[in-house]
């Protein structure tokens, strides 16, 4: 599946709530995502974010809207394998070996042992974990579980990757690289990202878009339109003054759409 | 090197043990020692406590008059009885508490309405079900196969080495976290696959004790079981008969003791080769 | 579906689960009952439910009081076995010498049928003396309070023993505030294990002799002299201290673990 046969939007997202028992995640929410576009949710803790992820990969149900992904429902979407998915935690299997885990979607959708086999070595390439290949997760540091595991989100080569807080648990450092990492990893897949997390520098370095969210209840503050320089990014961007500026109307933004203060959003 | 060290740890605690039988008989009073009416200290005669080297020589005599084998083949022979009941009544437990687990992890009010009832199947007493596995094999009809005694005896045994099975592999099928069962439901994967992918390697690390549990219970099962039954030729049944000669051969009854323990480590020790291959099933998820 | 409906349906799935092992077992003894019937069973076979009911009743005394007899042998060497069994596991945690001699020693007493010790401990303690019996209890109950226990002992987080250094705490408070709390959960854990496993364990030592006073030895002889609805109303006085004993235990460990329980 390319990019290109697919006129309909990655992601379409139009007045969908979330109530859990009195409790509202959600609500109001409407959202496009178009095909091969990088879009971040940003936001407190309690303001839905990874709630409309889990929406969106069908983990959960909305209780009101309507969601479609690639012009489908989101559970044929799932069942259509349309997206990878990954999470803060590397969640991989830990009586698997690295290559493996890679592939294991492969292998839940009957893809053969030779084919399976090539796409994984294609995969380790691309996350650079070669020679890793026959560890196993506990033999690893977190950022190489966290780069597995991109992998194996990968892995099907899904035209929409749901990525919640993947690099959340990990040090500034190796945080910085793997930003870098999947900025290339995105211009050579062409794969829409939905991308959730917490810091603001990450969300203004990586996306086309950064969707500010706001809590109680969850709803979307102020949608901030990036697209820093050509498209290309590098680490030389970090550095940009168009990023210092981005990264001040994200800031902004969210000091608009919760004035009582902001908790967990981390502004490094 | 580790193996040989525990060897020999564990020889030298079955040493203290002895010498602790030996300080016991030479220091309590022959009578015991009491407060009121109630003995805590056992009585310490050579009828009611012999000495250790006495009880191991008479493993070497023969069972009875001069004529018959010695007392320890007998013991051997009997715990090779009991042994092979024993292993067929934890395939039996295995089966059944492994089929129990799938259907309580498939279907979640299937969970709630069996697991209370298997947990309160072992408070039955086991002496309950002789007479009617008994009487129920008797007329069953297996073709040119006649119900055996034995069988009885390892069907009553399974009705305790099915229960850590059971209990254990639920524990283990629903041990995944939730995060990788998501990650299950994302893949879109059927419930077969997510159980063969996910659920029965990550039960391993519970599966193991469990057989090993089963192990145990099939081997008192199998000792209790030839007791209510009535079954001779196994362990169970000797110990009991060996009591007899309590005060005239009073190193007699320890032969089938030592023969029980034997038995239950054997048991414990064959099934334990299981996991040798396993070991990868037992490695944790490190998030650094 | 609006939250109202869902609550419903919440409420409607928490009350079936809570009712399906009662309907379970309702349906299993009314089977039970008609099988008897229809088939005609004879009673060596499989006496019905009413028939044990009726003997129970009838039998009342006699199965109370041997009850009584078996339930005390259990609590008894219940108490005996765990207060040797966490006695044993704080010295195994404080010293390496005796971790390392009692862990093979705990390790073959696990996997050994202990009941076979009942015949020789009659003759030590007198076959008219219950102590035999609540000797084979507290020596299989001490095997799962040690293991768990020293297990609770050995959870101590690294992150709390620093805290409490770091706060010069002395070692009796570190015992009260950090090693008990930690402990404790799966102290009561090894309790709940051991429970059934000394209602078992008092039962099956009656077989193998001494004073005839307990359920196991009454069920005997009930069996021997073709009494059988009486022997089955027996079992279900061995059943009924089986019973008592886990939600007595259970309930101890609920107490002990606080917070929402684990599924």
Redesign the interface.
């Known amino acids: 599946m390319t990019t290109e046969s697919l006129p309909a939007a990655a992601v379409h997202v139009d007045g969908v709530a979330r109530?859990f028992?009195?409790v509202t995640a959600l609500s109001g929410v409407d959202l496009t995502v178009a095909a091969g576009e990088f879009v971040s949710l940003i936001g407190p803790s309690g303001c839905g974010k990874s709630t409309l992820l889990r929406l969106i990969?069908?983990?959960d149900r909305p209780?009101a809207g309507s969601i479609q992904v690639f012009g489908r429902s989101t559970e044929q979407a799932?069942?259509?394998?349309d997206?990878g998915?990954a999470?803060q935690?590397?969640?991989?299997?830990?009586?698997r070996t690295v290559r493996a885990n890679i592939e294991?979607?492969l292998?839940?959708?009957g893809v053969g042992r030779a084919g399976r086999r090539e796409r994984a070595t294609e995969m380790l390439d691309l996350v650079g974990l070669t020679e890793f290949a026959d560890h196993?997760?506990?033999q690893?540091?977190?950022?190489m579980?966290q780069r597995v595991a991109i992998a194996r989100a990968l892995a099907e080569r899904p035209s929409l990757l749901l990525m919640d807080e993947p690099f959340g648990?990990l040090d500034e450092m190796t945080r910085e690289r793997l930003q870098s990492e999947l900025v290339r990893i995105c211009a050579e897949t062409r794969a829409a990202v939905v991308f959730v997390t917490h810091s603001i520098p990450e969300a203004v370095f990586l996306s086309d878009r950064v969707v500010v969210m706001s809590p109680r209840p969850g709803r979307i503050a102020e949608v901030v339109d990036v697209r820093l320089g050509d498209g290309s990014r590098n680490d030389a961007l970090r550095e940009d003054r168009a990023y210092f500026e981005a990264v001040t109307a994200v800031r902004e933004a969210l000091h608009g759409g919760a004035a009582t203060g902001l908790r967990g959003v981390e502004t490094r | 090197m580790r193996a040989l060290r525990r060897v020999g740890l564990g020889l030298a605690a079955v040493l203290l043990l002895a010498l602790l039988w030996e300080l016991v008989k030479a220091v309590v009073p022959e009578d015991g020692w009491s407060i009121g009416d109630l003995r805590v200290l056992p009585r310490t005669t050579d009828l009611a406590m012999p000495h250790v080297p006495e009880m191991l020589s008479r493993l070497t005599d023969p069972l009875a008059g001069a004529s018959a084998d010695p007392l320890w083949l007998a013991v051997l022979r009997a715990g090779g009885t009991s042994l092979r009941i024993a292993a067929v009544s934890w395939l039996i437990g295995v089966v059944v508490g492994f089929a129990l687990a799938l259907l309580m992890t498939r279907f979640a009010l299937a969970r709630s309405a069996v697991l209370p009832l298997v947990v309160l199947s072992q408070t039955v007493p086991l002496i309950a079900l002789a007479p009617l596995v008994k009487g129920w094999g008797a007329k069953l009809d297996l073709g040119d196969v006649t119900w055996q005694p034995w069988m009885s005896v390892a069907v009553i045994a399974s009705y305790l080495a099915f229960f850590p099975v059971a209990v254990g592999a639920l524990r283990g099928l629903r041990s995944p976290d939730v995060l990788h069962e998501e990650l299950f439901t994302g893949f879109a994967a059927s419930w077969t696959q997510t159980l063969v992918r996910l659920r029965l390697p990550a039960s391993v690390p519970h599966l193991l004790p469990a057989l090993r549990l089963a192990a145990t219970s099939a081997v008192l099962g199998v000792v209790v079981a030839e007791v209510s039954t009535g079954m001779p030729g196994g362990i169970g049944r000797m110990i009991l008969e060996f009591a007899n000669f309590a005060s005239s051969d009073p190193a007699k009854p320890w032969a089938p003791i030592f023969g029980a323990v034997l038995l239950g480590l054997v048991a414990a020790g064959a099934v334990g080769l299981i996991g040798v291959g396993l070991g990868r099933f037992r490695r944790t998820e490190v998030s650094a | 579906m609006t939250a109202a409906t869902a609550t419903r349906a919440g409420l409607v799935t928490r009350w079936s689960h809570l009712l399906a092992p009662v309907v379970l077992f309702g349906l299993l003894i009314a089977a039970w009952q008609l099988v008897v019937e229809l088939a005609d069973l004879p009673a060596f076979l499989l006496p019905s439910p009413a028939a044990i009911v009726d003997e129970f009743t009838a039998f009342w005394p006699t199965i109370s009081g041997a009850a009584v007899v078996t339930g005390t042998n259990a609590l008894v060497g219940l108490v005996a076995g765990a207060l040797v069994g966490i006695a044993g596991a704080v010295v195994a945690a404080s010293s390496r010498i005796v971790d390392a001699l009692l862990a093979p020693l705990v390790a073959g007493l696990a996997v050994v049928p202990i009941v076979a010790l009942a015949p020789v401990l009659y003759t030590m303690y007198g076959a008219s003396a219950e102590t035999g019996r609540q000797i084979v209890v507290a020596v299989a109950v001490a095997v799962p309070v040690f293991v768990n226990t020293l297990r609770g002992l050995r959870q101590v987080r690294p992150v709390h023993r620093d805290l409490m250094r770091a706060l010069g705490a002395t070692p009796r408070q570190v015992t009260r505030q950090v090693t008990v709390p930690t402990a404790l959960p799966f102290v009561l854990t090894g309790l709940r294990l051991a429970s059934s496993l000394a209602v078992i364990s008092a039962i099956v030592a009656e077989y193998f002799g001494g004073p005839r006073t307990g359920i196991g030895s009454f069920i005997t002889t009930a069996a021997a002299g073709s009494n059988y609805a009486r022997a089955w109303a027996y079992v279900l006085g061995g059943v009924l201290v089986g019973l008592l004993f886990y939600l007595a235990t259970s309930a101890l460990e609920r107490w002990g673990v606080p917070g929402p329980r684990r599924r």
């Open positions: 109530e028992g009195a990969a069908d983990l209780t799932r069942l259509a394998h997206y998915i999470f935690q590397a969640g991989l299997l830990p009586w294991l979607p292998s839940l959708h196993f997760p506990d690893l540091s977190g950022g579980q648990a």
